[in-house]
């Protein structure tokens, strides 16, 4: 969490920085294809390995970490994910232990639930690629289907693997592109500017 304060006014329409709305339209273009792909295959094929949430769910997260590099974005949701994904699966396995041990539902998960949110919270600084805010929010999710956790981890962690490669590292390409050739225009009209005078 940032202490910066930031003095800019509240303002309720912003003009995007040169260049940001083609990158903007690349991502966008790039996930409807995906959305698209998603879509005939999942028709196709109705017991396909691919979770849609888990497979989607990557890409907002990919450009919600704004402070890292692409190449970092890329490997915290993965890593991340995959962390915050086990952990789920080991807060279930945990939870159906100690309730076989007589504990209520309630206790059971909450024991095991603390002990990983702990370690997503106060190992962060420590290793901040394994135990982030990726992590907690796949965590988080997973527990929307807690029933399957278990079950379908394999389907989570190969969803979260393909929405990386497909979508992140996808986009990371095409966008790293496009600003490479905007870098090339600037500095040829730059140059352009500089012979005619």
């Known amino acids: 969490m940032s202490n910066t304060v930031n003095n800019e006014k509240f303002k309720l329409l912003h003009k995007p920085p040169k260049g940001k709305m083609g990158g903007l339209l690349i991502v966008f273009i790039w996930i409807a294809i995906w959305n698209i792909i998603y879509q005939f295959v999942h028709d196709a094929w109705h017991d396909m390995p691919i979770v849609n949430w888990a497979f989607f769910i990557s890409v907002t997260i990919f450009f919600m970490q704004e402070e890292l590099t692409y190449k970092q974005r890329f490997w915290h949701t993965l890593v991340g994910g995959s962390v915050g994904l086990l952990l789920a699966a080991g807060v279930s396995i945990l939870a159906r232990q100690l309730m076989g041990f007589g504990l209520s539902h309630a206790i059971a998960v909450s024991i095991p639930l603390l002990v990983v949110i702990a370690m997503l919270i106060l190992l962060h600084p420590y290793l901040p690629l394994f135990f982030n805010n990726v992590g907690f929010c796949y965590l988080i999710i ?51 500017q500089t012979a005619a005078k």
């Open 142 to 192: 997973a527990f929307i289907e807690s029933g399957k956790i278990v079950e379908q981890l394999p389907n989570y962690l190969l969803s979260l693997l393909l929405g990386s490669i497909c979508l992140n590292l996808g986009c990371s390409v095409l966008i790293g592109f496009y600003t490479k050739q905007r870098k090339k225009k600037a500095m040829a009209a730059a140059q352009a």
